[in-house]
């Protein structure tokens, strides 16, 4: 049995010491980065150069072990103060277990105090599965909460694998466009390699986060900002940073996005909650309008509003959610056709705005046909500079921001990663995960990066605070993270050339950014 030495995920620290880090001001027009001077080179292109290797942990310091999570009435917790920690590790040793009690602290995050978020409990240490599932069994048995874990996921120091593939185009090379794309419809996902071959593309990475489940909105739909061929798809989780993409998209910009959307009809105004999203359903929150239980962002959470007006596009490619509102239909002047129930087609060149609850009431009251029902929308900065999209114009979200002035600059509490509880900040942003991120050098040379994960001695990813790190090692003075998890992967010439962490392969996504030829 392997001796676990009960090391926390200490403040600050690199979980994997062979990550070199250097101040983010890029390298030599045509040299690679060092810390991918030695990897596998492919030039895909004249411009685009792809970069494969690996980044390993000392050899044998991963094991596998069971942790027993504490019963709360959300649901079971990895984390939980030291005096409840304890109390559990003395109930697992009358039961004959031997269980340590391992202190989790927060890395080096900007808007987090340092300290400890929390204390784990676990009992075992294992060079094969089998032998902590058999220890899971037994701790389940004697009425305790078992999980198996790998602890190259930890991000402690000196452990783990992060297998990553970096691609860093230079602008003044590449003859062609970064630009990103939904694939056949908003509503919908699609895989990574499907979406390639359609456009015939050089290079893709996935993008932004996106709803998967019916019960959190329409599946595919992006839960966030989301412009493409310069009009507005989805509103911002407002406050969550995003990437802007003018014109050929060489010149990529990362800031805080805001939307703000207002309905007019017969002199009477109203909010606009939303675009393409079922009504009263705010994926990753950050809405207006009376959201609960908060108008803050909050990752991976469903907020709710019973009262809500929301825009529909003809690139939705569904019909409109079914319930209890009222519709009105817009021709492409923005003038009304028709006043229905909810839950039917958008018209080509046209557009659909739904409300539900008191929304409901006003769109009744106030849209005729025959008269106009203006929707007004704006984009704003974290500056609150305003974002005009021009026709070949782009924006993807995405978080958190890693990098900013070449400095690291992760901010999980502005971000929503930070919940209620310590579990999900944890589990989803300190543990290591599959992860694609980009960045920008100060060179103006872009790099997009995946990290493969969730596979025990082959690839385990990386933490946000590590993923930060080694965009920076590249050179990169601004970057953020995109979606990641199963979602995260790259594909070169329609191939993928990163391996996908869910078990039935390839996960279809909701969009996605393409290297693509002059057109």
Known sequence: MFKPDGRSLGAGLLAMALVVTCPGTGVADGAAPDPVRDWKRTDVSPGVTLYQGEVRGRAGSDFWTVTVRFATPNGPEHLAAEADAQALADELRSGGFEPRVERVDWTSLVDVAPGTVGWRVRTGGFGGRDQAAELERKVDEAGFDGIVEWTGADALPDTGIARTTVAIVDPAQFDGELAADYGTSVAGREKLTDMSARRDAIFGINAGFFVMEDKDGIPGASAGIAAYNGQLQSAATNGRVGLVLSGDGLRPRISK????????????????????????????????????????????????????????????????????????VRDRTGRVTEVRPSGGLVPAGGTVVQGVGEAAHWLSANARPGEPLLVDQQIHDEAARPVRLGPSDDIINGGPELVRNGQVRVNLQEDGIIHDSPTFAYTWGLKRNPRSIIGVDEQGRIILATTEGRMPGFSDGWGLQEAAEFIRSLGAVDAMALDGGGSAGMVVNDNMVTTPSDAAGERAIGDALFLLPRR
Do not use: W, Y
């Open 257 to 328: 996005m805001s939307t703000a959307i207002i309905a007019t009809a017969r002199g009477q105004r109203r909010l606009v909650d939303g675009i393409n999203r079922i009504p009263g359903k705010i994926r990753n929150c950050g809405g207006v309008g009376g959201d609960s239980p908060t108008e803050r962002p909050q990752h991976d959470v469903t907020c709710t509003d019973p009262d809500e007006l929301v825009l529909f596009t003809d690139e939705l490619g569904a019909p409109t959610p079914a319930g209890n509102g009222v519709e009105a």
